[in-house]
């Protein structure tokens, strides 16, 4: 939609009527005796229009929504009455997309953000080898859609193609749905009911997705489900910030597998831009632990990490056992591990991961994984 400049400057000026006094012709080209140049001169004097750098109007020059987008954006910072806040709302809203643009706060907008259905998803190569094993490619491509149903109700899905093998025949690939799931507040707790990621602590009790219920009060939250595998998990987490620690508890039982696992983590700064951390996992049913103490520079994003993990201490969802270098978690594991996280530009993020354990193979990863 265009318009005169001329013409807006009237229309705003007779709908948000500024009371400023009159002063001398701020515009060469409006003269005293234009039959605009009242309003033109109160709105130059409110601060609503600048004109042009060689001090003229230009009152014929098409106007642009950017342009006009400018004009409501000063005329929103005024004091207004009724029914010129009125008038400048009606703007606001028509000219949100250009005031979002630039930069400029509009009381409902975000509102109406929220309530649209948002897109998104990300892209991953990554590369695996193992000592004395075979390097492998993989890659996956996932989308998701998120959106309002009610002012008490949203829903969430994701489609993945989940991992591809570079060097194998894929032509049997096929799209599945990752996640599916509604949420909604009741008897004051937010609920999950559908398809649902499950990431306890650092990933290393449970790593996966959840065919379930989740309800979160405060700063615990339980889940009780049925695996992609048809495992049958309960699990719950808490998690809280105190004197600057972050502290959490996972509790992960899996009934198929007989496992029931115990976790306590710690994550704090040790210096400027330097954080440490560490966990520690019980499995209650073989009486194995496992143990995880690492530092990690947060600017140059290098971390390393000592870890002890004890024969049968893990889960098979554990985030260790997966992947193009997962570990055997039935086995000893204890050594380093050496992490590298780079952001190659906006949204473009580069991981690189070497694991040295005296127990197994050495391994190397790499990944680049895109988000739009």
Same mark, same amino acid.
């Given at each position: 939609m265009k318009k005169r400049l001329l013409q807006?400057?009237?229309?705003?000026?007779?709908?948000?009527?500024?009371?400023?006094?009159?002063?001398?012709?701020?515009?060469?080209?409006?003269p005293a005796k234009h039959w605009a140049y009242d309003a033109v001169n109160k709105l130059a004097q409110a601060g609503i229009v600048d004109g042009y750098d060689d001090g003229t109007f230009k009152g014929d020059k098409t106007m642009t929504r950017y342009e006009m987008a400018q004009v409501v954006a000063k005329a929103m910072n005024k004091d207004l009455t009724a029914d010129q806040q009125a008038t400048v709302d009606k703007l606001s809203k028509e000219f949100a997309t250009e005031l979002n643009t630039l930069g400029v706060k509009v009381d409902g907008l975000q509102d109406q953000m929220d309530n649209l259905v948002k897109m998104s998803g990300d892209a991953r190569v990554r590369y695996g080898s193992v000592e004395d094993g075979a390097s492998k490619v993989d890659y996956r491509a996932r989308f998701g859609v998120d959106g309002k149903i009610s002012d008490n109700m949203k829903f969430s899905a994701r489609l993945t193609t989940g991992d591809i093998n570079a060097k194998e025949d894929n032509s049997?690939?096929?799209?599945?749905?990752?996640?599916?799931? /509604?949420? =909604?507040?009741?008897? #004051? +707790?937010?609920? $999950?009911?559908?398809?649902?990621?499950?990431?306890?602590?650092s990933g290393a009790i449970m790593d996966g997705t959840l065919n379930?219920?989740?309800?979160?009060?405060?700063?615990v939250k339980v889940f009780a489900g049925n695996t992609k595998q048809a495992d049958r998990v309960y699990a719950a987490e808490y998690g809280t910030t105190f004197n600057g620690v972050k502290l959490g508890a996972d509790f992960l039982k899996n009934d198929t597998t007989g496992n029931k696992l115990y976790g306590a983590n710690a994550a704090f700064g040790i210096a400027k831009n330097v954080t440490a951390?560490?966990?520690?996992?019980?499995?209650?049913?073989?009486?194995?632990?496992?143990?995880?103490?690492? /530092?990690? =520079?947060?600017?140059? #994003? +290098?971390?390393? $990490?000592?870890?002890?993990?004890?024969?049968?201490?893990?889960?098979t969802y554990s985030t260790l056992n997966d992947g193009l270098t997962g570990l055997d978690v039935t086995g000893k594991v204890k050594g380093?591990?050496?992490?590298?996280?780079?952001?190659?530009?906006?949204?473009?993020?580069?991981?690189?991961?070497?694991?040295?354990?005296?127990?197994?193979?050495?391994?190397?990863?790499?990944?680049?994984?895109?988000?739009?």
């Open positions: 807006a400057a009237i229309a705003a000026a007779l709908t948000v009527a500024f009371a400023v006094p009159a002063f001398a012709n701020p515009f060469s080209d409006v049997d690939a096929k799209i599945d749905l990752d996640t599916a799931n /509604v949420s =909604f507040n009741a008897l #004051g +707790l937010g609920n $999950t009911i559908g398809r649902q990621d499950l990431f306890l602590g379930g219920i989740s309800s979160q009060l405060g700063n951390n560490a966990e520690y996992v019980k499995n209650d049913t073989t009486d194995a632990t496992a143990t995880a103490y690492g /530092v990690k =520079f947060d600017k140059v #994003g +290098l971390s390393a $990490t000592y870890r002890d993990i004890e024969a049968g201490a893990l889960d380093m591990e050496y992490q590298y996280d780079k952001a190659l530009d906006k949204n473009v993020d580069l991981n690189v991961k070497y694991q040295d354990f005296d127990n197994d193979n050495h391994r190397t990863s790499a990944s680049v994984n895109v988000k739009f």
